[in-house]
């Protein structure tokens, strides 16, 4: 706990007991001493025996250290929930010894009949008292309707989303949009009140739109390209482009007007899902990984706490003013790139390692020349367009993670050849990929059945959407 500033020192009344709720103590800075001290007394000579005598004291300190740092603890106790059962006469009986596994069991263990026991999933996730103010009734402007009642939201957010007035597309969509909603215009037009912003926008449509160079982009591929704040392109993006939500362009952002199902040279802007292949079949494990993910459960802190961070909440008067380009004086980063992401975040490039295990890239960003030889190997000959592969070959996708793996694999055997000592021969390299690809491939599927996008990467096209709903 002392290692890790940001955690919370736990005491508990019951450490024996699963079930003991603890009380947290918060870590303050302090500068305080730590004495050492001797109290020695010495008996006096006593002369008439009825005569009481008190013994001479003498108090001894030394100074042992200086105390930088202090746990204290300020937050009540929350309620403790035993394992007990109330009987028909109101005694209550202990189920520790039925409910704790404490050594290998037989099968009648787990047959017992016993009362129903359901501990409480959470506690009170604040542990100091604070002053609830009751609010008056919202007044909404003029035209505001409440939200339907449904099954849906009776229980849930406060509010209703707030939403941007983007356009979803399916694959199986017969029309595609030639504008944005009014809406999205109406949003926009809010906000852009600057010339910064007046750039950031041409900007943009040059990116997306000017001579058709690009009409498909990936929100990360913005971000490389322009600077600009993330809260003003929620509201930018909208206003420019649709987000196709299934088929190989899915979680990215096409310009309105454009079919990239009728077009077979968008094969190019179609949307590859890699994630990195690690297991022992595949020379190195989870944790030899160089690529490491953006959080674990072993770093999962208690919700409860004393002291929270506001986060920042960004108005519309703070978009007004400018945050696609302009801010603190003190920022480090010049004003044209200050938003802007690296490239690596939407680019592959050979020799170099993804920024996060699971990437979206799409196949034009894929800067191998091997690899841009599988995407247009049924070049002139596309015939039709499907869910899964596009306008590419069957199985274009499989071959490109295969060769990319065997690409990343590659560099972490450069970087670790202990890993490695057992293959080191490119032969066993190509054996390994073809085993890979052929023989198990169900195996392989469920390894990467248990990647899943960590919560706030750049890469979850899941988040996107939630931040345009």
């Given at each position: 706990?002392?290692?890790d500033?940001a955690?919370?020192?736990e005491?508990?009344?019951?450490?024996k007991?699963?079930?003991?709720?603890?009380?947290?103590a918060?870590?303050?800075?302090?500068?305080?001493?730590?004495l050492?001290?001797?109290?020695?007394?010495?008996?006096?000579?006593?002369?008439?025996?009825?005569?009481?005598?008190?013994?001479?004291?003498?108090?001894?300190?030394?100074?042992l250290?200086?105390?930088?740092t202090?746990?204290?603890?300020?937050?009540?106790?929350?309620?403790?929930?035993?394992?007990?059962?109330?009987?028909?006469?109101?005694k209550?009986?202990?189920?520790?010894?039925?409910?704790?596994?404490?050594k290998?069991e037989?099968?009648?263990?787990?047959n017992?009949?016993?009362?129903?026991?359901?501990?409480?999933?959470?506690?009170s996730?604040?542990d100091?008292p604070?002053?609830?103010?009751?609010?008056?009734?919202?007044?909404?402007?003029?035209?505001?309707?409440?939200?339907?009642v449904?099954?849906?939201?009776?229980?849930?957010?406060?509010?209703?989303r707030?939403?941007?007035?983007?356009i979803?597309?399916n694959?199986?969509?017969e029309?595609?949009?030639?504008?944005?909603?009014?809406?999205a215009?109406?949003?926009?037009?809010?906000?852009?009140?600057?010339?910064?912003?007046?750039?950031?926008?041409?900007?943009?449509r040059?990116?997306?739109?000017?001579?058709?160079v690009?009409?498909v982009w990936?929100r990360?591929?913005?971000?490389?390209?322009?600077?600009?704040?993330?809260?003003?392109?929620?509201?930018?993006?909208?206003?420019?482009?649709?987000?196709?939500?299934?088929?190989?362009?899915?979680s990215?952002?096409?310009r309105?007007?454009?079919?990239?199902?009728k077009?077979?040279e968008?094969?190019?802007?179609?949307?590859?899902?890699?994630?990195?292949?690690?297991?022992?079949?595949?020379?190195?494990?989870?944790?030899?990984?160089?690529?490491?993910?953006?959080r674990?459960?072993?770093?999962?802190s208690?919700?409860i706490?004393?002291?929270?961070?506001?986060s920042?909440?960004?108005?519309?008067?703070?978009?007004k003013?400018?945050?696609?380009?302009?801010g603190t004086?003190?920022a480090?980063?010049?004003p044209?790139?200050?938003?802007?992401?690296?490239?690596?975040?939407?680019?592959?490039?050979?020799?170099?390692?993804?920024?996060?295990?699971?990437?979206f890239?799409?196949?034009c960003?894929?800067?191998?020349?091997?690899?841009?030889?599988?995407i247009?190997?049924n070049?002139?000959?596309?015939?039709?367009?499907?869910?899964r592969?596009?306008?590419?070959l069957?199985?274009?996708s499989?071959?490109?993670?295969d060769?990319?793996?065997?690409?990343?694999?590659?560099?972490?055997?450069?970087?670790?050849?202990?890993?490695f000592?057992?293959?080191?021969?490119?032969?066993?390299?190509?054996?390994?990929?073809?085993?890979?690809?052929?023989?198990d491939?169900?195996?392989?599927e469920?390894?990467?059945?248990?990647?899943?996008?960590?919560?706030?990467?750049?890469?979850?096209?899941?988040t996107?959407?939630?931040?345009?709903?």
């Amino acid at each position: 706990i002392y290692a890790d500033p940001a955690k919370r020192l736990e005491l508990y009344f019951r450490p024996k007991d699963p079930y003991c709720h603890p009380v947290c103590a918060n870590r303050f800075p302090t500068s305080t001493m730590l004495l050492r001290v001797t109290r020695r007394s010495k008996k006096k000579q006593q002369l008439d025996p009825e005569e009481q005598i008190q013994p001479e004291v003498q108090f001894e300190m030394e100074i042992l250290g200086i105390v930088t740092t202090v746990y204290k603890f300020q937050g009540m106790s929350d309620f403790q929930y035993l394992a007990m059962h109330s009987g028909p006469d109101g005694k209550q009986t202990s189920m520790y010894d039925k409910v704790l596994m404490l050594k290998p069991e037989k099968e009648e263990f787990f047959n017992k009949d016993l009362p129903l026991y359901i501990p409480p999933p959470i506690f009170s996730r604040l542990d100091t008292p604070v002053d609830y103010f009751y609010r008056p009734d919202i007044q909404h402007r003029s035209g505001y309707n409440n939200p339907q009642v449904s099954g849906e939201n009776l229980i849930g957010l406060s509010r209703a989303r707030r939403p941007h007035n983007a356009i979803f597309v399916n694959f199986d969509d017969e029309e595609i949009p030639t504008k944005p909603l009014d809406a999205a215009v109406q949003n926009w037009k809010k906000v852009c009140t600057n010339p910064v912003d007046k750039k950031v926008e041409e900007e943009l449509r040059k990116v997306c739109a000017l001579l058709l160079v690009r009409p498909v982009w990936s929100r990360n591929a913005v971000k490389a390209n322009i600077s600009v704040h993330p809260d003003k392109l929620k509201v930018l993006l909208p206003y420019l482009a649709y987000y196709m939500l299934t088929g190989p362009w899915r979680s990215l952002w096409v310009r309105f007007g454009y079919d990239p199902r009728k077009h077979p040279e968008a094969k190019i802007y179609q949307v590859l899902d890699f994630r990195i292949r690690c297991g022992m079949k595949y020379g190195y494990a989870a944790t030899d990984m160089p690529v490491k993910a953006k959080r674990s459960t072993y770093n999962y802190s208690l919700p409860i706490t004393v002291k929270k961070q506001g986060s920042h909440t960004v108005s519309v008067h703070d978009l007004k003013q400018g945050l696609g380009s302009a801010g603190t004086s003190g920022a480090k980063k010049p004003p044209s790139s200050r938003y802007k992401l690296k490239e690596s975040v939407y680019i592959f490039r050979e020799g170099a390692l993804p920024p996060y295990r699971q990437m979206f890239y799409q196949l034009c960003d894929l800067n191998v020349e091997s690899l841009q030889k599988i995407i247009h190997r049924n070049d002139g000959t596309e015939s039709e367009c499907t869910e899964r592969d596009g306008w590419c070959l069957a199985k274009t996708s499989d071959d490109l993670r295969d060769s990319m793996s065997l690409m990343i694999k590659q560099i972490i055997r450069s970087t670790r050849p202990a890993l490695f000592s057992n293959t080191t021969s490119s032969e066993d390299g190509k054996e390994q990929l073809a085993y890979e690809s052929g023989e198990d491939e169900d195996d392989e599927e469920e390894e990467e059945e248990d990647f899943k996008p960590s919560d706030g990467s750049e890469n979850e096209m899941e988040t996107e959407i939630l931040d345009y709903v």
